[in-house]
């Protein structure tokens, strides 16, 4: 075989090493994006695990959710207020960080339709539109717009 044959044929090998070796990186790339995307969906998880156990560190929390589920809220303590007011306010954080993380493509319709259940639930209640009304509302303008329609929503359903 002469050399500018065998020179072709190296660089046909050449060629394959580079395809094949394009091909693994994207494998790579492709795994660590699964990985990465995997970590993200366990923090969202546990984050929302340690929102639902909040009332269980707290009597004065878990008392005034009982009060609120069971209509009663006109008999809420201080204490009780102050526990709700911030479990509130944290929960609203939390489902501000889901619509961003839902309007940037991070979620799902229905991932997000089950956070703003969420706030339907939470504005149904007169303690938390009193909160509302008077907080710092400091949220991102696409977060107030979800606010203001779920409150419409409810008033238009009473």
Known sequence: ???????DWMQVVG?????ASLVFVGLQLKQSQDIAASAVVQSRTSD????????????????A???????????LTADEQLAYSWFFWS????IDNMHYQYISGYLTEEQWSAHRGDLV???SDSFVRDLWEVGP????QSFLAVIDQVIEEI???R
């Open 1 to 7: 075989m002469d050399s500018s044959k065998l020179n």
């Open 15 to 19: 060629i394959f090493a580079v395809v």
């Open 48 to 63: 929302s695990i340690a929102l639902r156990l909040a009332p269980l560190s707290s009597p004065a929390l878990r008392s």
């Open 65 to 75: 959710q009982a009060k609120i589920f069971g209509m009663t809220e006109g008999e």
């Open 91 to 94: 929960e609203l954080i939390y």
């Open 121 to 123: 639930r939470l504005f």
């Open 137 to 140: 509302n400091d949220f991102k």
């Open 155 to 157: 008033d238009a359903g």
